[in-house]
């Protein structure tokens, strides 16, 4: 049974539990002996570490993705916890208890997922409900949907995440379409369930999360947008004009091409959809790294995604 977990481990202390080796990687130190760097996960977060001796025997003890059991003392560099790693050694799966390693949405997953169905059954437009049947009909994909993560680190990272993000997204797109006139409310929620879908295959998450070889050589955007085709082609009479837009939608939610959308939100509909995910994105984000500081503290850390601290009201005395 798993006793330390990532959370709890502080600078002065010692290590010897089961983590994820999520990420390894030798290098030099300048009088040319190797180090070895990396990072460790469970459901409570990630840890970076270093290994200065025994390094060939601890590199061979696992490949980045599996289960290893590390014994060390934990440091600190940059003014954040570091595992100074001793030994390393393999951890057979069956022996461990999964849900100590991927985090998990504190959600309902089945009351999220139906009342995402019963806001897409109640589109008014034909085409798009029929589009969103077919992806609620192909069981494959509602087992992937209601498990993957929105993302790795930044927002929604967790077991169920992107169900949560797209839920959220959804009930915003259902409000922010009845305040402003004349904005297809039926495309936009599409748009907000949509956007990325492509995430149920950029991600693995059987053990920890990390981009799938796909995800990091195509990305969420490209095979999102070949998802959606293969359903419209599934569907007699789809509009093509309905069908541009909503591409449009997908490849532009990013906003900007230095933001990874090839083109930018050329619609009233498309740009709401970009809003509408910088919102719930960023709001997810800040609450989450609000949440894993400790609760003494008037101010958190540095942000230094977002370039600043986050005021978090007078700490407990």
């Avoid at 085409?127 to 969103?132: E, T």
């Avoid at 719930?280 to 540095?302: C, H, L, M």
Wanted: proline share 4%; net charge negative.
């Amino acid at each position: 049974m798993k006793k330390q977990f990532i959370e709890s481990l502080t600078a002065g202390g010692q290590i010897e539990d089961v983590f994820v080796l999520a990420e390894k990687r030798l290098a030099q130190k300048k009088d040319g002996a190797n180090y070895l760097t990396v990072r460790f996960t469970d459901r409570t977060g990630s840890i970076r570490g270093v290994a200065w001796d025994n390094v060939e025997k601890i590199t061979a003890a696992g490949a980045a993705g599996e289960f290893v059991r590390v014994v060390g003392s934990v440091g600190e560099y940059r003014g954040e916890p570091q595992a100074v790693v001793r030994e390393m050694s393999p951890v057979d799966p069956a022996s461990v208890n999964a849900a100590d390693f991927l985090p998990a949405t504190g959600q309902d997953i089945e009351q999220m997922f139906d009342r995402l169905v019963r806001m897409t059954q109640a589109i008014d437009s034909a085409p798009l409900r029929d589009l969103m049947a077919a992806f609620w009909n192909d069981p494959g994909f509602v087992e992937r949907f209601k498990k993957a993560p929105a993302a790795k680190m930044m927002h929604h990272a967790y077991i169920g995440g992107l169900l949560e993000h797209c839920l959220s997204m959804a009930l915003l797109a259902d409000k922010i379409a009845r305040h402003y006139g004349g904005v297809d409310r039926d495309r936009l929620l599409t748009g907000a369930v949509l956007h990325d879908i492509g995430k149920v295959r950029e991600f693995s998450y059987r053990h920890s999360i990390d981009y799938s070889d796909e995800g990091r050589l195509v990305g969420h955007i490209a095979i999102g947008l070949e998802m959606i085709d293969e359903k419209i082609r599934s569907l007699e009479g789809f509009p093509e004009e309905e069908r541009r837009l909503l591409k449009h939608m997908i490849i532009s939610h990013h906003g900007a091409m230095e933001y990874g959308s090839p083109e930018p939100p050329k619609t009233v509909e498309a740009v709401l959809l970009h809003y509408i995910d910088e919102i719930d994105s960023k709001v997810n984000g800040i609450r989450e790294f609000i949440a894993a500081q400790g609760e003494e503290d008037t101010w958190t850390p540095y942000h230094r995604v977002l370039g600043r601290h986050f005021y978090r009201g007078p700490g407990k005395e």
